[in-house]
């Protein structure tokens, strides 16, 4: 099994729909990220946790939502989609210590990509 | 904020050839990593290489290195006997250690010509 995985894949959805995409990680790690990726403009961070409490806007939060239910598990919601949020979104985590000692080496899924229409 | 800029949209490389893909950064800080993603068509994030903003030496991985020239911010990735696998859309990445955050240029989409 993938040390992060990542659901669903694919999904195609309605304008207004709420969706919700889920991240687990069996690596132990503190740290739980999401990114979403636009052609022609790399991956760009929207929330990022530093532990289950500890829940930060990353630059493109807006229309975005997240929830860290454990240690473990991640989620992002988008309660009303729209067509520009169309995109391919990582889930990705990090050891939770100082940066000389791994923090800054993240661990990505597989991806999910998102359709709005 | 931090920037990190990829100048090369898209590159090709005969296969067996040496390629240079470039990455500038600006930042204020003084601790941080610098990165190298690699993307193929599976989508994966594949971590190709990493470097230490404090060391000198440049990081190298097999047929991957990079050259890093940290007073003109510039981080080079040179792959050297260009595979069919190799080819993927390549991401410099920037990791400051007061920001806790993964910066991302935008890509530059390597061709591997047979």
């Known amino acids: 099994d993938a040390d992060v995985t990542q659901t669903p894949r694919n999904r195609i959805t309605k304008t207004g729909k709420r969706i919700m995409l889920e991240c687990s990680q069996t690596?132990?790690?503190?740290?739980m990220y999401w990114y979403r990726q636009d052609p022609g403009l790399g991956l760009r961070l929207i929330y990022y946790?530093?532990?289950?409490?500890?829940?930060n806007k990353g630059e493109i939060s807006d229309g975005y939502s997240v929830s860290r239910q454990a240690q473990a598990k991640f989620s992002l919601s988008l309660e009303s989609a729209i067509p520009n949020q169309t995109a391919l979104y990582f889930c990705?985590?990090?050891?939770?210590?100082?940066?000389?000692?791994?923090?800054?080496?993240?661990?990505f899924g597989a991806g999910s990509r998102l359709t709005v229409l | 904020a931090q920037t990190v800029t990829q100048s090369q949209p898209e590159m090709s490389v005969q296969e067996a050839e040496t390629v240079t893909l470039s990455c500038t950064y600006d930042?204020?800080?003084?601790?941080?990593?610098l990165f190298w993603y690699k993307q193929p068509p599976s989508r994966q994030m594949i971590l190709v290489i990493r470097?230490?903003?404090?060391?000198?030496q440049n990081a190298t991985e097999n047929r991957f290195s990079v050259n890093f020239q940290k007073a003109a911010k510039s981080f080079s990735l040179k792959i050297s006997d260009s595979q069919l696998g190799d080819a993927a859309m390549y991401f410099c990445?920037?990791?400051?250690?007061?920001?806790?955050?993964?910066?991302f240029g935008k890509g530059t989409k390597l061709s591997v010509i047979p």
């Open positions: 690596k132990g790690h503190d740290r």
């Open positions: 470097q230490e903003a404090y060391k000198q």
């Open positions: 990705a985590t990090s050891v939770g210590r100082g940066a000389g000692s791994g923090a800054n080496v993240l661990t």
């Open positions: 946790s530093f532990d289950v409490k500890d829940i």
């Open positions: 990445a920037y990791y400051g250690a007061g920001s806790y955050q993964l910066t």
């Open positions: 930042t204020s800080e003084s601790d941080y990593y």
